[in-house]
């Protein structure tokens, strides 16, 4: 059974930082891309990063967390990291993990998803 289990959501002020887990169970995670998402209040899904299978080895961002938001994966653990810096009060949302338990990262569909984490930035 595939599951998805976000954590490390909380409050931070301005320019601090966390770092989200993704633990996965049901698959093996290094062979199937992780999908990050985020939703604010009021405002519709949308795709922040994602990183493909171990073999394929690419990260992307979207062009609003580039720079500050870094990918990785602890294979061991079957968990995918988010960590994030430099906050801002925009980054506020639900966070979520998801995979379509493809390789890479083109897919438009999730098909697993976790239940979220939420991420406050406030000071």
């Known amino acids: 059974q595939v599951q998805l289990v976000e954590s490390g959501g909380g409050l931070v002020q301005p320019g601090g930082s966390l770092r989200l887990s993704c633990a996965a169970s049901?698959?093996?995670?290094?062979?199937?891309?992780i999908h990050w998402f985020r939703q604010a209040p009021g405002k519709e899904r949308e795709g922040v990063s994602c990183?493909?299978?171990?073999?394929?080895?690419?990260?992307y961002y979207a062009h609003s967390v580039k720079d500050r938001f870094t990918l990785s994966r602890d294979n061991a653990r079957n968990t995918v990291y988010l960590q994030m810096n430099s906050l801002k009060p925009e980054d506020t949302a639900d966070y979520y993990c998801?995979?379509?338990?493809?390789?890479?990262?083109?897919?438009?569909?999730?098909?697993?998803w976790g239940k979220g984490t939420l991420v406050t930035v406030s000071s």
């Open positions: 049901g698959f093996t995670l290094d062979n199937y891309a």
């Open positions: 998801a995979t379509d338990l493809h390789p890479d990262c083109s897919g438009q569909h999730m098909d697993y």
């Open positions: 990183i493909t299978s171990t073999s394929d080895g690419a990260k």
